[in-house]
């Protein structure tokens, strides 16, 4: 059965009584265009082969092989036959017969047979030379990891990362707030996608993914490289803040303590990984009012109601640290909510109870109960937030 793109390609053939080869030899040339202008050179001879079927796509310098030569003296010729030219033209006189003998070299679609012989053995004066230069499987096999590139230039907001072989964008959402990329500098980024375009292959990489955090975690803790302790869960807010939920299955073992490290030295390792971003580490636990509780962590939960079908939780902190368990710009319950799962609305505990005689009185003295309920409500704050 054909795929969607042969399928596409055998229409328009039809439609404009062609070749289906035809059509892909279009697709092959505009494709190597592309990859010309966004990721090649003027020096570059590139060739496109492309599998309709699969998706697959390779791409190639081809030159022909050339002896060696001194490149300055070309140079030389080349300005000098080019004077000579120029003032023929000036003069109306014909430009003179270039000599066919004098060497020429065309760094385009030519290599010398010494720097060939560097790229592949085996290789002799007159054969043709295939660089490779993108191997769209190769670029799919990438997903998923992290990769160290230079940050090339700034497109937009986008910020183009090189990484030798290829180039990759770091869009917008992607990138840590506030962060500031100068171009030649080496950054780490997380692999999020990889597409075949219009344009070629579309590698989008991120600077904010919760997996950075993640492999930053598995090179550092030995137990989670052992399997001895699972990261559950991660929510990420790049550059600003972190909360990774931890488990272990395995008696006796502490997997905060674990992250921790002795005196705090792991976490403080990880911390500056990151680039000071900081790190709540989090008891990960199967029952959903303990893992929102200690989600909130460093705000200490006093009562917890769960609508377990809508996923919805209210919860009851102290009044005095319903700022701790909100965090700065709500950050806090955000970060425990997109970790848990679940929408949560914190609420704070009532006024204490003190002042209940002196509404008491004041009621005796005219104060009507719905002005004492409107003080009430004024006195009682929330906040919800979803997942």
Avoid at 54 to 72: C, F, N, R, S, Y
Wanted: with cysteine; charged share 30%.
């Amino acid at each position: 059965m054909s795929s969607p793109i042969m399928a596409a390609m055998k229409q328009i053939a039809d439609e404009k009584g062609i070749k289906v080869e035809t059509v892909l030899d279009a697709i092959q040339q505009a494709l190597a265009a592309a990859y010309r202008k966004d990721f090649g050179n003027k020096n570059q001879n590139i060739f496109v082969d492309f599998d309709a079927e699969t998706g697959g796509m390779k791409a190639w310098d081809q030159k022909v092989i050339v002896p060696d030569a001194d490149l300055e003296e070309i140079q030389k010729l080349d300005e000098e036959e080019a004077r000579l030219r120029d003032e023929a033209l000036a003069r109306g006189e014909e430009p003179p017969t270039e000599d066919p003998n004098r060497p020429r070299f065309n760094p385009k679609t030519e290599i010398m047979i010494g720097e060939a012989k560097k790229l592949q053995g085996g290789v002799s004066i007159g054969d043709e030379l295939k660089l490779p230069l993108v191997i769209y499987e190769e670029y799919k096999d990438k997903v998923g990891e992290i990769l160290q590139g230079v940050v090339q230039r700034r497109e937009g907001r986008n910020f183009l990362i090189d990484f030798g072989r290829f180039s990759a964008i770091l869009p917008p959402e992607e990138q840590i707030v506030g962060e500031f990329l100068r171009p030649g500098a080496r950054v780490k980024v997380y692999v999020v996608s990889c597409t075949l375009g219009n344009r070629g292959p579309e590698i989008i990489v991120s600077r904010s993914h919760p997996n950075i955090v993640r492999n930053v975690f598995l090179q550092e803790i030995p137990e989670i490289q052992n399997n001895v302790v699972e990261i559950k869960g991660i929510a990420r807010e790049g550059g600003s803040r972190s909360k990774v939920a931890v488990f272990s299955a395995e008696e006796g073992i502490d997997p905060i303590g674990a992250c921790i490290g002795q005196r705090g030295t792991r976490i403080q390792t990880i911390i500056s990984e990151l680039g000071g971003e900081k790190v709540d580490i989090i008891q990960w636990s199967e029952n959903p009012e303990t893992f929102i509780s200690n989600a909130l962590s460093p705000a200490k939960v006093v009562e917890s109601k769960l609508d377990v079908e809508q996923k919805v939780a209210l919860v009851t902190v102290p009044a005095d640290q319903f700022s701790l368990a909100i965090g700065k710009g709500g950050q806090n319950v955000r970060l425990a909510a997109k970790l848990t799962g679940w929408t949560i609305t914190v609420q704070q505990t009532e006024i204490e109870q003190i002042i209940a005689p002196e509404m008491d009185v004041e009621t005796e003295q005219g104060k009507t109960s719905n002005e004492i309920e409107a003080l009430d409500a004024a006195n009682d704050t929330s906040t919800e937030v979803e997942a």
